[in-house]
């Protein structure tokens, strides 16, 4: 019975020292950062991820689940795998990337800069608008529906004026010095509103022509152009008098350029119908005329997607070998945007550098720049997005508004009009 005994305290003695081994092996490996994967890859090294932001005091996701501390922080005993990190803060847009973590390293994220809300425009006054048109000032907009055209500024929520229309609207254009707002409709002439107190004036008091689409002239902002089915037609909104400008067919118009086609050419005219040059593109092609700066225009053929550069100065174009879909200058004039279906180029012209920012499987339908060419906004699929031009890691903000409709970039004021069907909210950067 004794040697029974004796035996089994043995065995509890050496299973107890497996045990305590066994603890005291975890409690070492744990120690020195090693971590059981359960993805199968046996016992891994963990690594960390450091996050910091301006302001300060966010709140930090990983994977869905709240991290004990706020930025900036770091986050320790992470496997060797992808995270989704998320940044939120009262008041500021999320920021959300997936962080990829490695065995026995720190990840740094670049300072995050968030982006702070800030609507001046109440949504539940504005309403459902079918419609936005900037002023050219950036300062107001005309917002229309199928029964109202008013007018806003980016400090009130209340129209300046509101005025009553029985059918949509189909384009609204600012003259340059936004005296007027050109309003057009499907089925009835266009009209001439003053933009300080919507007064209206029907074109078809002016003359009877019908056109096919109107545009401003920006040299002389009282010029009124109006297409007919055979010749362009010069409009003086003062003197009440129409004379024709040019008797081939408009195709575009642009500030104080107005493009022609023939069969195998597009001519370059400007304001007053003067020939500035032609470029070897025929009829059968789509252009599109999508920014310029003070010396260069930059033409798409939409056909081909062949971007043509076009000096009026020395009246020289150059064809350009990619394939774009929209082309757009920074403000100082030093940066070009190119944009495909699924890709965004940015081209450094001071450095003559090009670099590819964003490549998606999903359909890119608009791009733009933002704070000078610091950043870039895109829209996919009802989704926007903003990311960085500079550095190797770069910033991105995934904006998912209600039923996104339309957006455009007020650059004066380093903000984003967003227009949904919920209403209008202006994005502050």
Partial sequence: MGDMRLRYRRVYFILMVILFSVIAFGVIAYSLGWRYSTSGYGFQKVGSITVSTQPRDASIFVDGQLFSK???ATINNLLAQTYQITIHKDGYYDWSRAIPAHQDKVS???EITLLKKQSTLDPSI??????????????????TTNQTIALYTLIQPQPVWNMPVDQYPTDVLWSPDEQYVL?????????LLTAENGRSISVADITPASFLKMYWSAPESDILYGQTEDSLLRINIFQRTVTPANNLSLEYYADDMLIYRSAEKLGIYNAIGQLQSSLPIPRTHTISVNVKNKTTYLIID?????????DPSSHAYQQAPERVQQAEWSPNNTHLLLRNAHE???LDLSEESRELIIRTSEDISQAAWLMDSEYVIYQTEGRLTITETQGPER???TLTPGSLAQWAVLP?????LLRGTDGISILSL
């Fill in 395 to 397: 910033n991105e903000y």
């Fill in 302 to 310: 939409q056909t081909e997607e062949t971007l043509f550069a076009y």
């Fill in 70 to 72: 706020t930025t900036p």
């Fill in 108 to 110: 740094r994220i670049p």
């Fill in 126 to 143: 504005l309403g459902s608008f079918t419609n936005v048109a900037i002023a050219p000032s950036q300062e107001r907009f005309i917002a």
């Fill in 412 to 416: 004066l004021h380093h903000s984003v």
């Fill in 183 to 191: 309003v057009s409709f499907s089925s009835s002439p266009a009209i």
């Fill in 344 to 346: 965004i180029w940015h």
